[in-house]
């Protein structure tokens, strides 16, 4: 079992596995951290989810009572008299509206009331001024709004600070007046306190007292974007000195319904959900409402401030609806940037959280959501890395997409069926993230694998072989297959002898000489160098890649190793005072091919009967006197492209079934010796013919005039033998080898 864990964990797929594996729990603690380059994309990508989802379809209550270019224009600039506030807030409320929200702070006193101006003119010019004919109720204009807004569902806007630097700067001549929501706490067991599970405030820009106590409600209309710059989300309640008061949409709501009363749900994490009236607002843990825009803008009717003061107001344009009052002129700066607009006006956010509410058309992001998204990352990671591990890169682009497509058309299903938000940025990432990843290390594995096998297979392949190998990886086995290869056994002769007569330093140069040359001629010629065997060569073709012809390329080889040998006897007579000559055996056939032995040590061989057979071969130039002993196979496989000479008709030790074995040469040294190889093919033929005595006749006349002295000695006996000892009538003329 340690074995085969050993042998699981060193194979590259599980490399691949263990790395995606391990990218993807890194991401699950990245989704954790949150930076912040992240969090950006995210806002993206949900900015770009709601606007595919989102809804022009609105509750048609809130409507918007712009402060435009228009009136200013006919009215004159911001800030106007409060005495027209105050016309413009009746003409609302006369007109229909159940409710007017004020998105502006009146937090100075009006500069035009006529008291007021008086008072200046006295102090600056020393002059005093009367105003004749002027009713005391349009003395001060500021007295005069307080004095319509009285008990009437008019909200007052304001302003917190959450910077102590802005807080310490901010002085307040007198109490601040702002209403607080009425709220209702539900807490759990160990829960969080309302001051700390809700943002905040510092300081508060008030209304002016003689308005704020006037009023019947009042609405902060704070709205902090995101990181980005973009205005996601508002919170609909803030803590202020151990109070809870509502944003201006929400108190603005609450005083067109007439109920006042709000749940908030706490528990140990912040803030668990908040509930007016029969609806659930889906808020985060600090009590902010994802605002679920309409679109660009406009989504609402705007209606100019000046139609209104001139009456000029369409019939039914406001009734029973909840106006706020705002701007849309660039001039004053209410503007924002939201996921449709850069410049969106301020005063539709509040028109928009309360058509939220009251259509309950919501977008939220559930407290599951983190689970869910971590669990879809560390899948994204997992199928990416399973997919990369076992399937080719080829096959891999359409199941990315098809992933990729998925995870987005599933947020965008989610937001628009559940209206809630799943995040796909994560299993995004990842699956990149391990793609690249994993194609990089698989990149890498494939660099190093050619890496290995340039510097296994350099000094045994020819580097012709070696790029077939680079070119086409699928065609090596390093695993073992059975197949069929050419072998080469080559060995000098009398090797030992000659050794006893040189000092160790020249046997390591002879061989060194010898051995690099013949190496080289296999090579160029396709072979693969299997082993030195001390002075012996053993070589083999069409392994570990194809090699066409190769039985022909093997013959190449000899042949040419004999040539290379006359050169080099020339040189090692002049070094070393000596010539060799070499046995060379040829044979092809299927064998057991690749790595052969331990698990700590092993080496990239053949094994098989026709190994040894090749060997025997080799061993048995000698008994022929030959310098080349090839099998019928190589005869036939080669075809014509040689000349052969059959030598005898054999068993080998160790093999039950007959051979016939050859020399093999080339046609113009064949041509060179025809007249002598002519008689001994003749005598081969008697010999094979059972006429022992006219065979031996020839054997002798070729021995005499030096023509293959050994061979021919070798059938001599032969024939001596059977006739004195007859063979019977079964012979088959097979010589029986009883040694190696």
Request: charged share 20%; net charge negative; glycine share 8%.
């Amino acid at each position: 079992m340690l074995e085969f864990l050993k042998k699981i964990l060193k194979s590259d797929k599980t490399m691949l596995v263990t790395a995606g594996i391990l990218a993807s729990l890194l991401m699950a603690v990245l989704y954790i951290i949150q930076p912040n380059v992240l969090r950006f994309l995210d806002y993206k990508i949900y900015d770009q989810l709601l606007r595919r989802q989102h809804t022009t379809k609105t509750s048609g209550v809130p409507v918007i009572v712009d402060i435009d270019e228009k009136s200013l224009a006919a009215l004159g600039q911001w800030p106007w008299p409060r005495y027209r506030v105050a016309l413009l807030l009746e003409k609302i409320r006369l007109a229909g509206a159940m409710s007017v929200g004020m998105d502006m702070v009146l937090a100075e006193p009006d500069r035009t009331s006529p008291a007021l101006l008086r008072q200046q003119i006295k102090k600056e010019l020393q002059v005093n001024v009367d105003f004749q004919g002027l009713p005391k109720a349009l003395e001060d204009n500021d007295v005069l709004l307080a004095n319509v807004i009285t008990g009437k569902p008019y909200v007052l806007g304001f302003y917190f600070n959450f910077s102590k630097a802005e807080a310490d700067q901010q002085t307040q001549t007198s109490e601040c007046h702002i209403k607080p929501a009425q709220v209702s706490l539900l807490e759990a067991p160990g829960s969080v306190k309302a001051k700390y599970a809700l943002h905040s405030a510092l300081g508060t820009v008030c209304p002016l007292p003689v308005l704020a106590q006037a009023a019947t409600a009042t609405g902060y209309f704070n709205a902090t974007p995101d990181p980005d710059g973009t205005l996601r989300r508002v919170s609909l309640l803030i803590n202020y000195k151990e109070q809870i008061y509502p944003s201006l949409a929400l108190a603005t709501l609450m005083e067109a319904a007439g109920e006042h009363n709000i749940l908030l749900k706490l528990d140990t994490q912040g803030t668990e959900s908040l509930r007016y009236g029969g609806t659930v607002i889906p808020v985060d843990r600090a009590g902010q409402l994802l605002i679920n825009y309409r679109g660009p803008g406009g989504a609402f009717p705007y209606i100019s401030a000046v139609d209104i003061i001139e009456g000029k107001l369409a019939d039914g344009a406001l009734d029973g609806k909840i106006a706020f009052i705002g701007t849309s002129a660039a001039g004053l700066k209410d503007l924002r940037t939201t996921p449709f607009s850069p410049v969106y006006p301020g005063v539709e956010t509040h028109a928009t959280i309360v058509d939220n509410i009251l259509t309950q058309d919501f977008i939220s992001i559930p407290n599951y959501a983190p689970a869910v998204e971590v669990l879809c990352t560390i899948l994204a990671g997992i199928t990416i890395t399973l997919l990369v591990a076992w399937a080719r890169a080829v096959w891999l682009l359409l199941p990315l997409a098809g992933m990729a497509f998925g995870m987005w058309e599933g947020s965008a299903y989610m937001m628009a069926s559940a209206r809630v938000y799943i995040s796909p940025l994560y299993a995004y990432i990842i699956l990149a993230a391990n793609f690249a990843l994993l194609t990089l290390l698989k990149f890498w594995r494939e660099e190093k694998q050619k890496k290995f096998i340039h510097g296994a297979f350099s000094h045994y392949l020819a580097p012709a072989v070696i790029k077939q190998i680079y070119d086409s990886p699928e065609s090596l086995s390093l695993q073992g297959q059975e197949k069929e290869v050419t072998v080469m056994f080559s060995d000098v002769r009398g090797f030992t002898t000659m050794s006893e007569k040189l000092t160790p330093t020249q046997v390591t140069d002879l061989l060194h000489d010898y051995l690099t040359p013949m190496t080289r001629v296999i090579t160029s010629n396709m072979g693969t160098l299997d082993k030195f065997i001390g002075d012996a060569i053993m070589a083999f073709w069409n392994a570990p890649v194809d090699v066409p012809d190769h039985q022909k390329k093997a013959m190449a080889s000899a042949l040419q190793m004999f040539k290379h040998l006359d050169t080099l006897n020339e040189g090692f007579k002049e070094k070393f005072g000596l010539t060799i000559k070499i046995g060379v055996g040829l044979h092809c056939g299927r064998v057991r091919v690749g790595n052969m032995g331990s698990a700590d040590l092993f080496d990239y061989t053949l094994i098989g009967d026709n190994v040894n057979l090749t060997s025997r071969l080799e061993s048995l130039t000698k008994y022929y006197g030959q310098i080349l002993l090839v099998s019928q196979a190589m005869k036939e496989s080669c075809g014509g492209d040689y000349a052969y000479v059959e030598m005898d008709s054999v068993r080998v030790k160790g093999k039950s079934e007959p051979i016939t074995i050859y020399t093999a040469m080339t046609h113009e040294d064949r041509a060179a010796k025809k007249e002598g190889f002519d008689r001994y093919e003749e005598a081969l033929a008697l010999f094979k013919a059972m006429r022992f005595g006219e065979a031996e006749d020839i054997f002798i006349e070729l021995k005499t005039k030096g023509f293959e002295e050994v061979l021919c000695a070798m059938y001599e006996e032969r024939c001596q033998h059977l006739k004195e000892e007859p063979p019977g009538e079964g012979w088959d003329g097979v010589y029986t080898h009883k040694t190696k």
